[in-house]
T-cell receptor
């Protein structure tokens, strides 16, 4: 069953602009992960934020987590055409045996 | 290169065919996964193997049969599939199926069932 749900479903921006994607989830978590997928390829892990963390940075990526609202956001600053991809949040299922992914946000960055 | 290799990259099969998807990881991980990605749907978890033992079977139809002969290899045997089974099949691995583990994905097999 789906745990995370991303918003918006699609986002189009110009190079240099910032892109913000949101994720809501349903149950309590130990951590939340963000992944990126180029069209027709496998997913690549971007960043993991633990439940006791509120914000985490990695290069041009900034992730926030609000466990009281059961939500997370991914911010990509100074976007580039190469950032064009789908972005997914993921949390563990209740059994703790596997990651469950949302439907993703498709980001398109035009030059 | 993620260290997880899937073959073939593309597969076209008829509904009466039998085929197998192969996944190999070179990362020394203990857990392997099959996910299905259909158009406009979330990734669907199919199977989870930990130390070659199946620990999760997410109500997958019996026409999909997984096999994990060792911790580095994972197969998905396909038999009498339906057109709605056409999708991108993704294999992934992680050090451990539980805890704060990130997944490493292969590039997937794009399957078309005619």
């Amino acid at each position: 069953s789906q745990q995370g749900e991303e918003d918006p479903q699609a986002l189009s921006i110009q190079e240099g602009e910032n892109a913000t994607m949101n994720c809501s989830y349903k149950t309590s978590i130990n951590n939340l992960q963000w992944y990126r997928q180029n069209s027709g390829r496998g997913l690549v892990h971007l960043i993991l934020i633990r439940s006791n963390e509120r914000e985490k940075h990695s290069g041009r990526l900034r992730v926030t987590l609000d466990t009281s609202k059961k939500s997370s956001s991914l911010l990509i600053t100074a976007s580039r055409a190469a950032d064009t991809a789908s972005y997914f949040c993921a949390t563990f299922n209740q059994a703790g045996t596997a990651l469950i992914f949302g439907k993703g946000t498709t980001l398109s960055v035009s030059s | 290169e993620t260290g997880v290799t899937q073959t073939p990259r593309h597969l076209v099969m008829g509904m009466t065919n039998k085929k197998s998807l192969k996944c190999e990881q070179h990362l020394g991980h203990n857990a392997m996964y099959w996910y299905k990605q259909s158009a406009k749907k979330p990734l669907e978890l199919m199977f989870v193997y930990s130390l070659e033992e199946r620990v999760e079977n997410n109500s997958v139809p019996s026409r999909f049969s997984p096999e994990c002969p060792n911790s580095s290899h994972l197969f998905l045997h396909l038999h009498t599939l339906q057109p709605e089974d056409s999708a991108l099949y993704l294999c992934a691995s992680s050090q451990d199926p539980e805890g704060d583990e990130k997944l490493f994905f292969g590039s997937g097999t794009q399957l078309s069932v005619l």
